[in-house]
C-alpha cells in the first residue's frame, strides 16, 4: 500500500502565505503525478495544481499566486500559496499516483493512486 499524508495548513489572513507538503511513502516503485485538490463545504473537490516529469498544470483561479514542486528522491509535493483569498478556504487533498510492489514481487506491480486525508486552509478577509 501507499500512504499520503499532508501537513502545513492552518488559518492566515487574506494576502498572506501557506506552504502545503505531502509525502507519500509505502511499497512505491514510481509516482508518475502528484498533486494537490481542495473542497470547499458544499463544493466539488477541484484539481489546483499537478506536477509530472515533463509538466505542471493549475487552476485558473490560482495561476501566478501558488507554485507546486516535487522532489522525486524523497516523494514529496509541496504547494507555495501566495496572495491567499477567502475564496481559497478549503480542505486540501494531496494525491500520488504510479506504480508499486505490494507483493515484492517485480513480476506483480500495480499501479496505485492514493489520496491524503486533507488539510485545512482558512483564509479570513
Known amino acids: 500500500q501507499v500512504q499520503v499524508v499532508e501537513s502545513g495548513g492552518g488559518w492566515v489572513q487574506a494576502g498572506g502565505s501557506l506552504r502545503l507538503s505531502c509525502a507519500a511513502s509505502g511499497s512505491i516503485v514510481s509516482i508518475n503525478a502528484m498533486g494537490w485538490f481542495r473542497q470547499a463545504p458544499g463544493k466539488q473537490r477541484d484539481l489546483v495544481a499537478g506536477i509530472t516529469a515533463d509538466n505542471t498544470n493549475y487552476a485558473d483561479s490560482v495561476k501566478g499566486r501558488f507554485t507546486i514542486s516535487r522532489d522525486n528522491a524523497k516523494n514529496t509535493v509541496h504547494l507555495q500559496m501566495n496572495i491567499l483569498k477567502p475564496e481559497d478556504t478549503a480542505v486540501y487533498y494531496c494525491?500520488?499516483?504510479?506504480?508499486?510492489?505490494?507483493?515484492?514481487?517485480?513480476?506483480?506491480?500495480?499501479?496505485?493512486?492514493?489520496w491524503g486525508q486533507g488539510t485545512q486552509v482558512t483564509v479570513s478577509s
Open positions: 494525491y500520488a499516483a504510479g506504480t508499486s510492489n505490494p507483493h515484492n514481487n517485480y513480476e506483480r506491480l500495480e499501479n496505485f493512486e492514493s
